[in-house]
T-cell receptor
Framework: DAGVTQSPTHLIKTRGQQVTLRCSPK?????VSWYQQALGQGPQFIFQ???????QRGNFPDRFSGHQFPNYSSELNVNALLLGDSALYLC????????????FGPGTRLLVL | QQQVKQSPQSLIVQKGGISIINCAYE??????FPWYQQFPGKGPALLIA?????SEKKEGRFTISFNKSAKQFSLHIMDSQPGDSATYFC??????????FGQGTRLTINP
């Protein structure tokens, strides 16, 4: 049973560029949440997708956008990258019917130069 | 009101000792309190979780103590081992919505 997978594992971009990160949820899960974890900090909630709709959003600017596909996988897009966007981006999946537990993927380490 | 405050920031415990990490919250609507363990370069892994209708939950060497009136909860790791050395995060959420994380505790178990 595959857990949550994310790609790529590492990414280096320059300021102003755009980036797309991908996530496949754990088998049987239909809800995907994205978090940003700066070095030495706890993860911060970006947004959550369910039934291909953004269900909830954290305090992040519109440069951060997402998408969920019919197979429940998801993408996180960040436009006009800033140095401060350098972080570990985590995807977590859960089941809307199965309760609150969110399972995290290994993350994508983004470095903006 | 959405914050979860975690302490201490770092903790050093001798092998075989008890590690204790504390968290406090303000939002009484929170109804799910998980603890995550994170190793360097990895994503957080769920350790144990509790709902506010119970005061304690134990799974192996890990125990959550929950004090609803004080709005506090804590993680106890019994017989701490070097392999437990990691960063631990408490979190809170309402139903299946976003997790609000504490700032993390870097735990070191000395052999």
């Amino acid at each position: 049973d595959a857990g949550v997978t994310q790609s790529p594992t590492h990414l280096i971009k320059t300021r102003g560029q755009q980036v797309t990160l991908r996530c496949s949820p754990k088998s049987g899960h239909d809800t995907v949440s994205w978090y940003q974890q700066a070095l030495g900090q706890g993860p911060q909630f970006i947004f959550q997708y369910y039934e291909e709709e953004e269900r909830q959003r954290g305090n992040f600017p519109d440069r951060f956008s997402g998408h969920q596909f019919p197979n429940y996988s998801s993408e996180l897009n960040v436009n006009a990258l800033l140095l401060g966007d350098s972080a570990l981006y985590l995807c977590a999946s859960s089941s809307a019917k199965g309760g609150e537990t969110q399972y995290f993927g290994p993350g994508t380490r983004l470095l903006v130069l | 009101q959405q914050q979860v405050k975690q302490s201490p920031q770092s903790l050093i415990v001798q092998k075989g000792g008890i590690s204790i990490i504390n968290c406090a919250y303000e939002n009484t609507a929170f109804d799910y309190f998980p603890w995550y363990q994170q190793f360097p370069g990895k994503g957080p892994a769920l350790l144990i979780a509790i709902r506010p209708d119970v005061s304690e939950k134990k799974e192996g060497r890990f125990t959550i103590s929950f004090n609803k009136s004080a709005k506090q909860f804590s993680l106890h790791i019994m017989d701490s081992q070097p392999g437990d050395s990691a960063t631990y995060f408490c979190a809170a959420s309402i139903a299946v919505q976003k997790l609000v994380f504490g700032q993390g505790t870097r735990l070191t178990i000395n052999p």
